[in-house]
């Protein structure tokens, strides 16, 4: 089993760009698919981005676009590039890591993205 840990949130005004990243370790990293979810205050936790083991990729329709999901199995990372930020993209934005879809077997612990 993995274990993850996120850095990078922040806030930014809207039309920003921020990089999420997510330190993954443990073994077996690379035939993980790996997800990015968001909770939005009062809301209920969202998938925003999947990326399985070879490197396809998917978005929900809000973010299709303006966020890049990517992985790098040597370094054990994966990251969420988030370009033209919006104030609906508000959340607690977690990465997750799974052997099958939808890629949420673990988690981290989270970390704030606030636009405003």
């Known amino acids: 089993q993995v274990q993850l840990v996120e850095s990078g949130g922040g806030s930014v005004q809207a039309g920003g760009s921020l990089r999420l990243s997510c330190a993954v370790s443990g073994r077996g990293y690379s035939r993980y698919c790996m997800a990015w979810f968001r909770q939005a205050p009062e809301k209920e936790r969202e998938a925003v981005a999947f990326?399985?083991?070879?490197?396809?990729?998917s978005y929900t329709d809000s973010v299709r676009g303006r966020f890049k999901i990517s992985r790098d199995n040597a370094k054990n990372t994966l990251s969420l590039q988030m370009n033209n930020l919006k104030p609906e993209d508000t959340a607690m934005y977690y990465c997750?890591?799974?052997?099958?879809?939808?890629?949420?077997?673990?988690w981290g612990q989270g970390t704030q993205v606030t636009v405003s």
């Open positions: 997750a890591a799974g052997e099958t879809l939808p890629c949420s077997s673990v």
């Open positions: 990326i399985d083991s070879i490197y396809r990729t």
